[in-house]
């Protein structure tokens, strides 16, 4: 952990964006961890689509947004998130990275940001660099598979983008070149590397060691299927009191013609980020490239174009002039990493998003902005990190700047930690529904696709596509409409009406009422997320063969006292979330309420996540005709699926029908998360 000056709370031990301890006379009085995060091409607003221009007219709700990147980054260095240790099996790598995607799905994400060469090595079998040490425990030994291909495909086949994240200096986290493998670049090329800090890095100002790390860099741009090419803030190590950066030599040989050897180190850094721009999209257009530096650029005190703001300037600190990147375009989105509560004096939160929104404006370069999700309710930080809502606060603030294209949450483990419940109410706030990533590039939009068929089953309305004539089809976007009205482009303006997106043809929907009818429509995006117009509509009639109802916690009909706690910890839920409560002598139910078109006999199935810490007897009591009926119901086992709790007959019109009660005197959380009704 690194002490910060004032009492304030030291940051995670390792992070995209730590900082030396001696660098405090520079840093704010809070300094917080860096991702990185990636993004590409051609400047142009984003996919204007038929749909798109038609809709520009619509009132659309700003909680809805129809596209919007959503992502998390998921850290190797250090084992900080995947893999947990080192040493896994590769059967246990695979689980955990599969846990980590299913995660961001849950969220309503819609990209990764994977870390796959933290310390000049690397996530697959690369030519230039040695296996991590962070997959097996040893440098250079494989893990028995290739990492990068397997995340790669995992990731596409739930249509999650993947930005591989690069860290292009740091050699080793320790000042020992003798522990790196022997084979190992630093170690042939001595004269590429220097130690500062008690950490080895590649020296940035070296032609060579420019055009290496950019060649392993490409080895995997041009071998895999990433979607974006990502850089977090380590660039010329941080600085570290009394010492100084050993790179006189270099200077000497290299830095003619430069006023300073600032300036010429700046430049070492600025042909890093154009050259790496150029090449990747010389390779790959779609792919994007993207930064994501520290916060703050430079403050107005010491530069009129800066931020109203108090803190280490990354343009002197680190020489990352991310200004100047944004204005040339060298880069496709801009992530800083705003790591700091609305109202900080030292750099609100507010200040810093207005300042970067204003700084991208008319370039055609993305922001997203790099959200603590690691302070939100941990121990030490800030009161304001004690409030639920202050990661919430932050998007609700964006919506004020239309050039916030996004956002990204550091880290993966903060994510699925969910402390105070504050990312519960970031997506409960803000990722109610899909959100289509970002479009960007000039490219056409592919043709619309036809829907082939739409039934009715008990498991939803099943639905089929074909691809359109022409385009490059990667990915489908499904809307449906309630009743069966004329197409309106409105209908595509934001997402309430948006259901899915998929790289399949197929698709169930299990939320759709056996009651309503609907009508479908997709449309097909690129590479680049250019949305082709939507295809004619499908109608489904309301089904005919019996009536059936979801009631998920989430819903207007439930219904639980104030000493019912909300989670989101297990991946068996229903939705976004449940709730739980202590059993207690006292009934104190939890109800699910259901509008029942007529009295008759109805299968009750509930929904709940097992844990072997949940209760063993909890009281699941039905509002039959009669009578409440009780079933008693043992948490531990049998979730992440509907449990059948038996046929009842239950009355018509809008009642409770399933309750939960407290009343048990088995131990364990008793857990209320979705009910269905079914007429049979």
Same mark, same amino acid.
Request: aromatic residues 12%; contains cysteine.
């Given at each position: 952990?690194?002490?910060?000056?004032?009492?304030?709370?030291?940051?995670?031990?390792?992070?995209?964006?730590?900082?030396?301890?001696?660098?405090?006379?520079?840093?704010?009085?809070?300094?917080?961890?860096?991702?990185?995060?990636?993004?590409?091409?051609?400047?142009?607003?984003?996919?204007?689509?038929?749909?798109?221009?038609?809709?520009?007219?619509?009132?659309?709700?700003?909680?809805?947004?129809?596209?919007?990147?959503?992502?998390?980054?998921?850290?190797?260095?250090?084992?900080?998130?995947?893999?947990?240790?080192?040493?896994?099996?590769?059967?246990?790598?695979?689980?955990?990275?599969?846990?980590?995607?299913?995660?961001?799905?849950?969220?309503?994400?819609?990209?990764?940001?994977?870390?796959?060469?933290?310390?000049?090595?690397?996530?697959?079998?690369?030519?230039?660099?040695?296996?991590?040490?962070?997959?097996?425990?040893?440098?250079?030994?494989?893990?028995?598979?290739?990492?990068?291909?397997?995340?790669?495909?995992?990731?596409?086949?739930?249509?999650?983008?993947?930005?591989?994240?690069?860290?292009?200096?740091?050699?080793?986290?320790?000042?020992?070149?003798?522990?790196?493998?022997?084979?190992?670049?630093?170690?042939?090329?001595?004269?590429?590397?220097?130690?500062?800090?008690?950490?080895?890095?590649?020296?940035?100002?070296?032609?060579?060691?420019?055009?290496?790390?950019?060649?392993?860099?490409?080895?995997?741009?041009?071998?895999?299927?990433?979607?974006?090419?990502?850089?977090?803030?380590?660039?010329?190590?941080?600085?570290?009191?009394?010492?100084?950066?050993?790179?006189?030599?270099?200077?000497?040989?290299?830095?003619?013609?430069?006023?300073?050897?600032?300036?010429?180190?700046?430049?070492?850094?600025?042909?890093?980020?154009?050259?790496?721009?150029?090449?990747?999209?010389?390779?790959?257009?779609?792919?994007?490239?993207?930064?994501?530096?520290?916060?703050?650029?430079?403050?107005?005190?010491?530069?009129?174009?800066?931020?109203?703001?108090?803190?280490?300037?990354?343009?002197?600190?680190?020489?990352?002039?991310?200004?100047?990147?944004?204005?040339?375009?060298?880069?496709?989105?801009?992530?800083?990493?705003?790591?700091?509560?609305?109202?900080?004096?030292?750099?609100?939160?507010?200040?810093?998003?207005?300042?970067?929104?204003?700084?991208?404006?008319?370039?055609?370069?993305?922001?997203?902005?790099?959200?603590?999700?690691?302070?939100?309710?941990?121990?030490?930080?800030?009161?304001?990190?004690?409030?639920?809502?202050?990661?919430?606060?932050?998007?609700?603030?964006?919506?004020?700047?239309?050039?916030?294209?996004?956002?990204?949450?550091?880290?993966?483990?903060?994510?699925?930690?969910?402390?105070?419940?504050?990312?519960?109410?970031?997506?409960?706030?803000?990722?109610?529904?899909?959100?289509?990533?970002?479009?960007?590039?000039?490219?056409?939009?592919?043709?619309?696709?036809?829907?082939?068929?739409?039934?009715?089953?008990?498991?939803?309305?099943?639905?089929?596509?074909?691809?359109?004539?022409?385009?490059?089809?990667?990915?489908?976007?499904?809307?449906?409409?309630?009743?069966?009205?004329?197409?309106?482009?409105?209908?595509?303006?934001?997402?309430?009406?948006?259901?899915?997106?998929?790289?399949?043809?197929?698709?169930?929907?299990?939320?759709?009422?056996?009651?309503?009818?609907?009508?479908?429509?997709?449309?097909?995006?690129?590479?680049?997320?250019?949305?082709?117009?939507?295809?004619?509509?499908?109608? &489904? =009639? %309301?089904?005919? +063969?019996?009536? @059936? #109802?979801? /009631? $998920?916690? *989430?819903?207007? !009909?439930?219904?639980?006292?104030?000493?019912?706690?909300?989670?989101?910890?297990?991946?068996?839920?229903?939705?976004?979330?449940?709730?739980?409560?202590?059993?207690?002598?006292?009934?104190?139910?939890?109800?699910?309420?259901?509008?029942?078109?007529?009295?008759?006999?109805?299968?009750?199935?509930?929904?709940?996540?097992?844990?072997?810490?949940?209760?063993?007897?909890?009281?699941?009591? &039905? =509002? %039959?005709?009669? +009578?409440?009926? @009780? #079933?008693? /119901? $043992?948490? *531990?086992?049998? !979730?992440?699926?509907?449990?059948?709790?038996?046929?009842?007959?239950?009355?018509?019109?809008?009642?409770?029908?399933?309750?939960?009660?407290?009343?048990?005197?088995?131990?364990?959380?008793?857990?209320?998360?979705?009910?269905?009704?079914?007429?049979?």
């Amino acid at each position: 952990m690194t002490p910060h000056r004032a009492g304030r709370p030291p940051r995670p031990p390792v992070t995209p964006g730590r900082v030396a301890v001696a660098v405090l006379a520079l840093l704010l009085t809070v300094l917080a961890p860096a991702p990185a995060a990636g993004a590409s091409a051609a400047p142009s607003p984003a996919g204007v689509t038929a749909a798109a221009s038609a809709s520009a007219a619509c009132a659309t709700d700003p909680a809805t947004p129809k596209r919007q990147l959503r992502a998390m980054w998921i850290a190797s260095v250090a084992n900080v998130d995947w893999p947990s240790r080192t040493g896994l099996s590769a059967a246990a790598q695979q689980a955990e990275f599969r846990s980590w995607l299913d995660l961001a799905v849950q969220k309503r994400m819609n990209a990764v940001i994977v870390q796959v060469r933290p310390t000049a090595d690397a996530f697959w079998p690369s030519p230039y660099e040695p296996w991590s040490h962070w997959l097996t425990g040893t440098q250079g030994t494989s893990p028995g598979y290739d990492p990068m291909a397997f995340m790669v495909a995992e990731a596409h086949a739930r249509n999650l983008e993947l930005h591989a994240w690069f860290n292009p200096y740091r050699v080793a986290n320790h000042a020992d070149p003798d522990q790196l493998v022997a084979s190992h670049p630093a170690r042939r090329n001595p004269g590429w590397r220097f130690a500062y800090g008690g950490k080895l890095y590649y020296n940035p100002g070296i032609p060579a060691v420019r055009a290496f790390i950019q060649d392993a860099i490409m080895d995997a741009v041009t071998r895999y299927d990433v979607d974006g090419v990502h850089m977090d803030d380590y660039f010329y190590p941080y600085p570290v009191s009394g010492e100084t950066i050993p790179d006189a030599a270099a200077h000497a040989q290299y830095g003619s013609g430069f006023p300073s050897v600032h300036d010429w180190r700046r430049d070492n850094v600025n042909r890093l980020v154009r050259e790496l721009d150029q090449r990747v999209h010389a390779a790959k257009p779609w792919v994007r490239f993207g930064v994501s530096p520290f916060g703050i650029w430079r403050n107005a005190a010491t530069d009129p174009l800066g931020s109203q703001t108090s803190g280490l300037q990354s343009y002197d600190a680190i020489y990352a002039d991310t200004r100047l990147w944004v204005k040339q375009g060298w880069v496709d989105y801009i992530a800083p990493q705003i790591y700091w509560h609305i109202g900080f004096a030292t750099a609100d939160y507010q200040v810093l998003t207005a300042w970067w929104a204003g700084t991208v404006a008319n370039t055609g370069v993305q922001l997203l902005v790099g959200q603590a999700a690691y302070r939100a309710g941990a121990s030490g930080q800030d009161a304001a990190w004690q409030r639920t809502a202050e990661l919430s606060d932050h998007l609700t603030y964006n919506r004020r700047h239309p050039e916030v294209a996004g956002d990204v949450f550091f880290s993966a483990k903060d994510v699925r930690a969910d402390r105070i419940g504050a990312m519960t109410r970031t997506v409960t706030d803000h990722y109610s529904r899909p959100a289509l990533v970002p479009a960007y590039g000039t490219g056409t939009a592919p043709s619309a696709p036809a829907i082939t068929s739409a039934t009715r089953g008990s498991g939803g309305v099943t639905l089929s596509w074909q691809r359109g004539g022409s385009g490059s089809s990667v990915s489908y976007a499904l809307y449906r409409v309630d009743g069966t009205p004329a197409s309106d482009p409105c209908f595509f303006a934001d997402a309430r009406n948006l259901v899915t997106t998929t790289r399949g043809t197929t698709f169930t929907d299990s939320t759709a009422a056996a009651g309503r009818a609907y009508t479908y429509y997709t449309t097909a995006l690129d590479r680049a997320q250019n949305e082709s117009a939507p295809s004619a509509g499908r109608a &489904v =009639a %309301a089904g005919t +063969g019996g009536f @059936s #109802v979801v /009631v $998920d916690n *989430r819903d207007p !009909g439930f219904t639980a006292g104030s000493a019912w706690g909300t989670s989101s910890f297990s991946a068996q839920r229903h939705g976004t979330d449940y709730r739980f409560a202590s059993p207690v002598a006292a009934s104190d139910p939890a109800w699910f309420r259901a509008t029942l078109p007529s009295a008759g006999s109805y299968r009750v199935e509930v929904w709940y996540p097992a844990d072997p810490g949940y209760n063993s007897a909890t009281p699941f009591l &039905v =509002a %039959a005709t009669g +009578g409440n009926q @009780s #079933v008693a /119901v $043992d948490q *531990r086992t049998g !979730g992440g699926q509907w449990r059948t709790l038996g046929t009842f007959t239950l009355p018509a019109g809008t009642v409770n029908v399933v309750g939960v009660s407290r009343w048990t005197s088995a131990a364990g959380y008793v857990v209320a998360d979705a009910a269905r009704i079914t007429r049979v």
